[in-house]
T-cell receptor, first 112, second 112 residues
Framework: NAGVTQTPKFQVLKTGQSMTLQCAQD?????MSWYRQDPGMGLRLIHY???????DQGEVPNGYNVSRSTTEDFPLRLLSAAPSQTSVYFC???????????FGSGTRLTVV | DAKTTQPPSMDCAEGRAANLPCNHS???????VYWYRQIHSQGPQYIIH???NNETNEMASLIITEDRKSSTLILPHATLRDTAVYYC?????????????FGKGTKLTVNP
């Protein structure tokens, strides 16, 4: 039982490049979310999903796409990276909202 | 925006109880209060949650006032490893979805 696994742990992108941050969980959790955390700030919700095939926008969705084709995976796509997307990204999952969310260890992204 | 209010920082002596307050004066009847903590730059960790009764688990106790407008997280015997940012969150439930809205939290420093 690995919990929530995020890859890569670190990434440097050039402005305009695209990439996908991977998130996988092996706990059969229905709910999954993506957050970003900027220095000295709390976490802000980007997108979330309540099950396979269902996604919705959070507070700061612009510039990001998600899909949920399986229960286990919830990738986050940056379409055209901008320096403003430099941040730490956390993925989280929960069993239908019961109890708390389990967070991954994060992906540290720098866009130059 | 987060609807909870927490002091930005607190100090506690090692071995003593740490009492972290949270105001959530606009909480509605079906919203839970959740507590998470974030140690250094790791992913947030779920601690405890409650609706209106006091709750206790192996990590902490949660005391919710009768009017539900505030709560206190209690770490009974704080250790240096409890130094972290603690977030108090109202869990918003909309049509089966669940979203966490993080504020800036309380930076707890446990001193030797």
């Amino acid at each position: 039982n690995a919990g929530v696994t995020q890859t890569p742990k670190f990434q440097v992108l050039k402005t305009g490049q695209s990439m996908t941050l991977q998130c996988a969980q092996d706990m059969n959790h229905e709910y999954m979310s993506w957050y970003r955390q900027d220095p000295g700030m709390g976490l802000r919700l980007i997108h979330y999903s309540v099950g396979a095939g269902i996604t919705d926008q959070g507070e700061v969705p612009n510039g990001y796409n998600v899909s949920r084709s399986t229960t286990e995976d919830f990738p986050l796509r940056l379409l055209s990276a901008a320096p403003s997307q430099t941040s730490v990204y956390f993925c989280a999952s929960s069993l239908r909202g019961i109890g708390g969310y389990t967070f991954g260890s994060g992906t540290r992204l720098t866009v130059v | 925006d987060a609807k909870t209010t927490q002091p930005p920082s607190m100090d506690c002596a090692e071995g003593r109880a740490a009492n972290l307050p949270c105001n959530h004066s606009t909480i509605s009847g079906n919203e839970y209060v959740y507590w998470y903590r974030q140690i250094h730059s790791q992913g947030p960790q779920y601690i405890i949650h409650g609706l209106k009764n006091n709750e206790t688990n192996e990590m902490a106790s949660l005391i919710i006032t009768e009017d539900r407008k505030s709560s206190t997280l209690i770490l009974p015997h704080a250790t240096l490893r409890d130094t972290a940012v603690y977030y108090c969150i109202e869990v918003l439930t909309q049509g089966g979805s669940e979203k966490l809205v993080f504020g800036k939290g309380t930076k707890l420093t446990v001193n030797p």
